[in-house]
């Protein structure tokens, strides 16, 4: 079974550094089950469909909850476009719109 790829947007990247550690290393594993066993493989409470062709990706820890969106690219890829700290229930629309921005500036 051929693994899938993560990578990191330049932007994106830096978000995940500023995260508390125990968050960031939450993420850093539902992203290792992203390559291994591929995004059709994976649900929740690990990942779940946004919006059109975004997903994020769900952590929480003791120091926070924070979310990671991210899409589906050619050749088994898997980018994440923006990380974020979760503050409120729903996925804010700026996060959204940061994600799509990137996205189309990638294209």
Not at 2 to 7: A, K, N, P, R, S
């Amino acid at each position: 079974m051929q693994q899938w790829t993560v990578h990191l947007h330049p932007d994106a990247d830096a978000e995940l550094r500023a995260l508390p550690l125990d968050v960031q290393a939450r993420l850093l594993r539902v992203a290792d089950l992203l390559k291994t066993f591929g995004p059709q493989r994976v649900g929740m409470p690990h990942v779940r469909p946004l919006e059109g062709k975004l997903w994020e990706m769900r952590a929480q820890g003791r120091d926070g909850i924070a979310r990671a969106i991210y899409i589906a690219m050619r050749g088994r890829t898997l980018t994440v476009l923006h990380v974020f700290v979760k503050k409120t229930q729903t996925t804010p629309r700026a996060a959204l719109e940061t994600a799509r921005r990137r996205l189309e500036a990638m294209q």
